[in-house]
Nanobody
């Protein structure tokens, strides 16, 4: 079992930056992959970015070049650096992790609001 807690959400103006953190209750060494999802109002939940235990990353086309996912195993934390934010990025962002290819964990989510 592992608990995931997100932080760093808030209100930011278009063009601004925000850094989200997802901290696990234990080592994330065996969590593979870890990812950030988001759900905007009236939209389906979508995968924003993911990162494997080896550091390989993938991004949704809509955020490529603007968002960066990273993981710090020593701090049991995964980050999502969001730059050049757009109003379309407004959503609840949730941290996700997979353990042993059979268990999935979710954080409670953090609200990101980007104003025009």
């Amino acid at each position: 079992q592992v608990q995931l807690v997100e932080s760093g959400g808030g209100l930011v103006q278009a063009g601004g930056s925000l850094r989200l953190s997802c901290t696990a209750s234990r080592s994330i060494f065996s969590l593979n992959p870890m990812a950030w999802y988001r759900r905007a109002p009236g939209k389906q939940r979508e995968l924003v970015a993911s990162i494997t235990s080896r550091g390989s990353t993938n991004y949704a086309d809509s955020v490529k070049g603007r968002f960066t996912i990273s993981r710090d195993n020593a701090k049991n934390t995964v980050y999502l650096q969001m730059d050049s934010l757009k109003p379309e990025d407004t959503a609840v962002y949730s941290c996700n992790a997979v353990e042993s290819s059979i268990r999935t964990y979710w954080g409670q989510g953090t609200q990101v609001t980007v104003s025009s």
